[in-house]
């Protein structure tokens, strides 16, 4: 099989998180980035199945969007994922909860509208607290929840958040062959459910790590397109409590959705804006090319309250999370 060289960038080392040399090599059937660390030798990952599809898009100059912070509050969970990002509960008891204190001394140290994740943010019992309170010191900030529903399925809850100053709710609603479990599926339609009733804006979030649990996407975002703004829909990547044994890849998604001749340029390389529903809906995969991702991506906040940017910082927490976990396991033998 033949091998083209295409570009050298950096990425992430796997193992340890290192800034390392890079290098894309497309193939007949594949695109990969191969990763050299001085200290752990190649690894390699495929990131697109579509040659021409991948250059079309790495090629293109992408404007910064406006500023944007992702903040986790807490590491615990209500529900156990497959593919956990934030390896939530691992470090539970080693990573307590920021104080609303600490909070906002960080939330002040940066600018741009808020989502704040987990974990499960809504764990937290001071969430309406925390939201109320990042409104009043800045108004004008969009203050948003990325949750998985279980909470937000009592319209109760979700009138405080709302009371509070809540704008929107990424809400996390995948195909029931992911989430593989009804009860869970059901509480997160009774959180959509309330969503449309109280007029709350939805974020809609899809992971999925087979191209099937796309086809009963559509139709939700149909039926709920008063609230549904916006959707993402993004592939399992390799990040978190579990990695994915097939990798799905944009190309694919876009072509399943059936908008193959009908997409636009996302905010990066390794995405596409389509219309579902009437909505945008940006599909997307995490690729750890920070000499591209770096400039146009989120700020984030990690478990140790440095700043720095989305996708980086959620592979440096995974290794420090998983560092900690290996750390007690020895320390127990």
């Not at 097939?246 to 340029?265: C, K, N, P, T």
């Amino acid at each position: 099989m033949s091998t083209e060289a295409y570009r050298e960038t950096v990425s992430l080392c796997p193992h340890c998180g290192a800034d390392s040399p890079a290098r894309y090599e497309v193939r007949a059937d594949a695109v990969r980035l191969l990763i050299d660390c001085p200290a752990h030798g190649v690894s390699s990952e495929a990131v697109e199945s579509d040659p021409a599809f991948f250059r079309a898009g790495y090629e293109r100059d992408y404007r910064p969007p406006v500023a944007h912070l992702v903040f986790p509050l807490t590491y615990r969970c209500n529900v156990a994922c497959r593919y956990c990002y934030t390896l939530s509960n691992v470090g539970s008891g080693r990573l307590p909860d920021r104080s609303l204190k600490r909070i906002m001394a960080l939330f002040g140290a940066t600018t741009g509208n808020v989502t704040l994740i987990g974990g499960e943010p809504t764990v937290r019992d001071d969430l309406p607290q925390i939201v109320r309170a990042m409104k009043a010191a800045a108004p004008g900030r969009r203050i948003s929840v990325a949750s998985n529903g279980q909470k937000l399925a009592d319209p109760a809850y979700l009138g405080s958040l709302q009371d509070a100053g809540l704008d929107f709710v990424f809400l996390s609603v995948n195909d029931i062959a992911y989430e593989d479990s009804d009860t869970t599926l059901a509480r997160k339609l009774a959180a959509l459910e309330n969503c449309n009733r109280a007029g709350m804006p939805v974020w809609l979030q899809r992971t999925v790590d087979s191209l099937d649990q796309l086809d009963s996407l559509s139709p939700l975002v149909e039926r709920y397109g008063r609230v549904v703004f916006k959707t993402t829909v993004r592939a399992v990547k390799s990040y978190g409590a579990q990695y994915p044994a097939v990798q799905v890849h944009v190309s694919d998604m876009i072509r399943r959705l059936g908008r193959e001749d009908a997409f636009d340029w996302g905010t990066m390389p390794f995405n596409r804006v389509i219309r579902l529903g009437g909505r945008p809906a940006k599909v997307c995969s995490w690729v750890n090319d920070v000499r591209r991702t770096d400039p146009l991506d989120s700020a984030y906040i990690l478990s140790n309250d440095e700043i720095t940017q989305f996708h980086r910082g959620m592979k440096l927490d995974e290794l420090m999370l998983k560092g900690m976990a290996l750390a007690e396991a020895r320390a127990v033998t």
